[in-house]
C-alpha cells in the first residue's frame, strides 16, 4: 500500500529514469504526484459529431483514420490526414510534422481536441489545425499481454478524461500519467484523518481530501465541464481552499510569533503628540492622519509593530514616516529610514533636514558614495547615540551599521521587494525588537498583499495631498513629435519643466526589464531611440534654446545627484533620462512628461513615471509615444494608462498580464510556489482561508477542539518549509 509520502520509486510503473524525469517536474512523493492535476479535461462522453461542428469553437472529437500524408510545400513539410464518422468527415492539419508519417494507420480509432476552422482543403466543410490527438484504438495491434486493455480503455473513451501536460520531452504522456495516477488513487492506504477541522470544512462545505483527488484526475459522469476547465468543482474547490488554508494558518501563526516578542511601548504623550506637530510643513491629509493614527497605535503597543503603509506615488508617505519618526525620537530611541537607491536616500535626507532640523532633531546620511571618512564619522554618531535618525540604502545601513538604541525601521521599497527578510541582519544593542514601517508605491492587489505581507498589517494613503491637478495622458504616434517638442518648448516658456524618458541608455543596448516590454512587434533593439543620442541631438536641435540635462543608471552618484539638483533648483528645463527617474524624484515644478516608445514600459513603470508630475498647482501632462508596432498587451497597456489615474486599477490589470512572479520582478521576492491555487483565480478561497485561519488560531470552542487545532498546526509544520518555501520574516 502507498501513503502520501511513499517516494513515487514504489508507484507500480515507475523506476528510478521515470523518477528521474519527475524529479525534475518537483514530483518525488506519492502526494506531489497526486497534485499534478490536469490542466484540462476532454468530453469523450459527450464527443461532438463532425456534423454538427461549427466554425471557432473548440470540440473533442472520436473518429476513425481514413487516409493521410505527407506534403512537402515550399516552405514546410504539411501532414494531412482526413478522419471520419461514417459518411462525415473533417480534415487535420498539422504543420512541420514530418514525425507523424508513421504515426498512423487507416481504421485507427482517435480522439482529436483543438479549434474548428471553416475548412478550404479538398472540399471539406471543416478543418482543425494542429490537433492533440490520442489513438484510442489500433485494430492491427495486438495487445500487451498484461489483459489489461479494456480496462484502459474505459479510462480514455465514454467519460471525462483527464488530460495531463506532458513530461520528459514527451516521454511521460497524458496517457501515462492517467495509467499510473489511476493505479495510485486505486493502491492508496487510508487516509490519516483530516488536518483542516471539522467546523472549517463545515464552513466551506469541503469534501474530504481522497475524494477530492479521485474526482480531480477522474470526474464523476453528469461533472460540468466548464466548472472543471474553471477549477470551480467542490474536488477542485478543497484542494484548493487546503493549500490556501494552510498557508493563511502559517502567516498567522508568524503573525502570533511576533506578536509575542518584546516590541517597545512608545508613549505618546501630549508632549509627543505637540513635536509631532511642530515639524508639519502643512496640514495633512485625511488619510494620512487616519494612516498616523494607525501607526502611532501600534508603536504604543509593547509589541512590535510590523506594518505595511501602502500608498500612491505622491500620496505623501514620507511625512508620514517622519513623523513616526518623531516618535521614535522623542522617546528617546534612534530610527532608520531606508531607500532601495542612493539618489532617494539623498533625497529623503534633505526633506528630513528640512523638516526636522529646525526642530533640534540630528540626522545623518549614509550612502556608498561618501567618501570613507565622513562614512566612519556617521557610523560613529549611530553608535554613540548622537545620531537620532539615520538615512541611507538599505545595504549599507542593514549591514555596516550598529545603533545605539533602534526603536523604528522605516523600510521605502518603493517598488522592488525582498528586503523583509534581512532584517534580522541588523545590529543594535538594545534588547527590545524595533518597529518596522514598511512603506511601497506600487499599490498591491490585495489578493497579492494578502499572501507576500499576510503577516502585515496594513494602512492605505488613499488621497492625494490637496491641490493637485489630474494629469492629462495622452497617447501619439513619434511621427508627431515636432508638435510634442513644440509643446515642450511652450511649457518651458510658462516657467515649467520637463522630463522626456527613453527605455535604454545608449543604441544597441537591451532595454531594462525585458519581461516588462511587449514582445511582439516594435522596432529591434537596434532602432530604440536612446536616452544619450536623443540628449545630443535634442540639445543642439529642437531645445537648442533650453538647458537640457542628462541622467541614466551608468553616471556616478555626484553626476547623478548633482544633475538632480540642477533640475530640483530649476536651472535644468528639460531633464532627458532612463527609468533611473521613476522612483520617489519630487520636482513639483515639472508638469510634463514624454515617455518614447511608451510600447516599451511595463505599466506600473509607466504609472512609476507618470508619479513624477502632477505634484504642483500647474496642470500636468502626461505624453505616451510609441514608435513601431505595438502589441496587443502594449496597446491595453497604453489604453489604461490614458483612462485611468488609479493605481490599484492599473497594479491588478498589471498583475494580470504578467502574473505575480513577474509583477514583483523576482521570484525571491517571497512568492509562495502553488501546486493548485492561482492568486489571479482564487481570491475569494483566499480570503475565506484567511478568516478560517483566524478563527482556528483564536483557539478552542464547542465547534472546534484542541486536538484539530494541533493536529492543523503539526501538519503545516511538517509541509510549511517544503510546500510553502516562504521566508521568515523579521
Ligand atoms: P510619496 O508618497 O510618493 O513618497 P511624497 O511624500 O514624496 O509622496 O509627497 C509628495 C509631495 O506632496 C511632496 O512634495 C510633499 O511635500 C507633498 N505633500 C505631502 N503631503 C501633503 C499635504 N498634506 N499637503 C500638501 N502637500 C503635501
Ligand atoms: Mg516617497
Redesign the pocket.
Known sequence: MLDLATNVQFVKGIGPKIAQILLEKGISTVEDLLYYLPFRYEDRLNPRGIGELRAGEMASIIAEVRTFGLFRTRRMPIFEMTVGQGRDTLKCVWFNATYLQDKFRAGMLLALYGKVEAGDRGGHRFEIVQPQFEVLHDPTAHGNGTGDEPKWQSLEVGRIVPIYEAAGNGRLTARWFRRVIHAMLEGLDQDPPDAIPAAVRGHMGLIDRRRAFWQAHWPEVGESLANLQAARTPAHIRLIFEELFFLELGLELKRRKMRAQTGIPFQISGRVRDAVKRI??????AA?KRVLKEIADDMAEPVPMRRLLQ???????????LEAAVIAMENGYQAALMAPTEILAT?HFL?ARRILEPAGYRIVLLTGSQESGRKKQARHHIAQGNAQLVIGTHALIQETVEFDKLGLVIV?EQHRFGVLQRFRLMKKTNEAEPDVLV?T?TPIPRTLALTLYGDLDTSV?DE?????TPITTRRVGDERSEEVWEFVRKQVAAGRQAYIVYPVIEEGATPPHRANIGRAGGPGEGELKAAIKMYEQLRKREFSSLRVGLLHGRMSAEEKDATMASFQSGAINVLVSTTVIEV?V?V?NANLMVVEHAERFGLSQLHQLR?RIG?GSAKSYCVLMTGGKVSVEAEQRLEAMVRTQNGFEIAELDLQQRGPGEFFGTKQAGMPNFRVANLLRDRELLEAARREAKYVLAGPSPDLTKEEIARAVQHLRGHWNRRYGLVEVG
Not at 508639519?280 to 491629509?285: E, I, N, V
Not at 500608498?311 to 514616516?321: C, M, P
Not at 492625494?464 to 493637485?468: D, K, N, S, T, W
Open positions: 508639519l510643513p502643512f496640514h495633512p491629509t494620512q500608498g500612491d506615488v505622491g500620496s505623501g508617505k514620507t511625512i508620514v514616516a533625497q526633506s521605502d512603506m508605491a494613503l492625494l495631498p490637496p491641490g493637485r520617489g519630487d513639483a508619479g505634484r
